[in-house]
């Protein structure tokens, strides 16, 4: 009797962990800080990957929504301050239309920033990896593509600013 009540409950305590670890919702970056590899599709129709990216400077990923008033209030920020943060590159990521980012990156002059890309995540990688709950949800990366912080409501220049230029 002893050895089926100790059997069920090595079988109880080992079925209770495989569940546990399958209902894991810690998000992904927090368990793998470095540079997330995705995919955007940009309103010319073309793709932009991680591997594209510059090397050897800060990468800001924004996951945004062209109708969110916060986001919008972001994106005007950073064209304000694009000449203290050029050292940096951005890539704006929605789940909206392509047309939609592309009416977006018009309206607040993004289109024509050489640092930024304006994409849609088709297979919506991005905000599951970083369990994004609010928009604009930032995640800021250093030159070694390590993370260095996320915002989970904006950031702004003033919160910015010191992560990529370390002032």
């Not at 009797?1 to 305590?13: D, N, S, T, W």
């Not at 495989?18 to 599709?41: C, E, R, S, W």
């Not at 890539?91 to 890309?117: C, Q, T, W």
Request: charged content about 20%.
């Amino acid at each position: 009797m002893q050895k089926i009540i100790l059997a069920f409950l090595l079988l109880f305590v080992s079925h209770s962990f495989v569940n546990a670890q399958a209902y894991d919702t810690t998000a992904q970056y927090k368990k793998h800080p470095g540079l997330p590899v995705f995919q955007i599709l940009q309103s010319d129709s073309t793709w932009f990957t991680d591997a594209q990216l510059p090397k050897d400077r800060p990468i800001v990923i924004i996951y945004f929504s062209p109708e969110c008033g916060h986001c919008q209030t972001e994106a005007e920020d950073l064209v304000k301050h694009m000449e203290q943060l050029k050292s940096a590159f951005f890539v704006m990521v929605s789940f909206h239309s392509p047309a939609d980012i592309g009416k977006f990156a018009e309206k607040y002059k993004l289109a024509n920033l050489d640092n930024v890309r304006l994409g849609r995540d088709v297979q919506y990688y991005l905000p599951t990896f970083y369990h994004v709950q609010y928009t604009p949800f930032i995640a800021v990366y250093d030159k070694k593509r390590q993370l260095l912080k996320t915002f989970e409501m904006g950031a702004g220049f003033e919160k910015l600013n010191p992560l990529i230029n370390g002032k």
